[in-house]
């Protein structure tokens, strides 16, 4: 879609950007397409996919939760900020943090976050499973989102002890959801949450799931196990 669509669509979904919004959006654009030269941040830099795939897609998780109720979200492996930013610019009363195991890419959100004016973001080099175990972040975000190509038991161990409790981890999967659900139900309740919702939808005919995790109890304090571990060894 166009940028023009993007917008439509937006409004078709209660959302009416500002011109200061639509301003953000075409300079995050041409920041990634700029620095993508320099660090590897995507494969998509023709603008139209880039507004489908990146844009769209991350925004489109508002429309199956509410970002209006929560105030705190952590993004896990956003590689060039996806989907926290695109929703951070929609929300800016969100307070985004980001954690990255790249410094070249934490480099590009602060020049990112600084050209976008963009207030309350904090950007972390770390491993998940490092800071997963930091008292300061531990069970302390009311949403954690994830679109990393790791499978759904990986990112529980990853994402769902940052989540504090009553909280939500939102997975954003493309296909074969149904197969990562089933082979990610062990850790899912081992982590102290359980499966809401599946919501399914499409973009411009490709299939796309949010997978809508609530936090019910604590985890246990061995998750996540040290760096690398939820990759070699996951919880089946």
Same mark, same amino acid.
């Not at 998509?44 to 489908?52: H, R, S």
């Not at 009311?142 to 679109?147: E, G, I, Q």
């Given at each position: 879609m166009n940028k023009? =669509?993007? @917008?439509?669509?937006?409004?078709?979904?209660?959302?009416?950007?500002?011109?200061?919004? #639509? #301003? =953000?959006? *075409?300079? @995050?654009?041409k920041l990634v397409v700029y620095w993508n030269e320099r660090i590897?941040?995507?494969? %998509?830099?023709?603008?139209? &996919?880039?507004?489908? #795939?990146?844009f769209y897609d991350s925004i489109s998780t508002s429309f199956y939760f509410d970002f209006n109720e929560i105030k705190t979200i952590c993004d896990v492996g956003s590689g060039a900020g996806f989907p926290s930013?695109?929703?951070? %610019?929609?929300?800016?009363?969100? &307070?985004?943090?980001?954690i990255d195991s790249l410094n070249k890419r934490i480099?590009?959100?602060?020049l990112l976050a600084e050209e976008l004016e963009l207030e309350n973001c904090n950007f972390i080099h770390s491993r998940a499973e490092d800071v997963g175990q930091n008292k300061i972040y531990r069970e302390s975000f009311?949403?954690?989102? *994830?679109?990393a190509v790791a499978r759904l038991n990986i990112l529980s161990e990853l994402c769902l002890p940052l989540v #504090?409790?009553?909280?939500y981890f939102l997975s954003l999967k493309s296909q074969k959801s149904d197969e990562e659900k089933l082979e990610a139900n062990k850790? %899912?309740? %081992?982590?102290?949450a359980k499966l809401e919702n599946d919501n399914l939808f499409y973009i411009e005919g490709e299939e796309r799931h949010i997978l809508k995790i609530k936090k019910t109890k604590e985890t246990p304090n061995k998750y996540p196990r040290k760096a690398g571990m939820p990759n070699k060894s996951p919880i089946l």
């Open positions: 023009e =669509q993007f @917008y439509t669509q937006l409004q078709e979904n209660g959302i009416n950007l500002t011109g200061f919004q #639509k #301003k =953000q959006f *075409a300079k @995050y654009f590897n941040l995507t494969a %998509i830099t023709e603008e139209d &996919e880039f507004y489908t #795939k990146h930013i695109p929703l951070k %610019i929609v929300y800016p009363h969100l &307070e985004v943090t980001i480099k590009f959100l602060n009311d949403v954690v989102t *994830a679109r #504090k409790k009553g909280g850790a %899912i309740t %081992i982590l102290g």
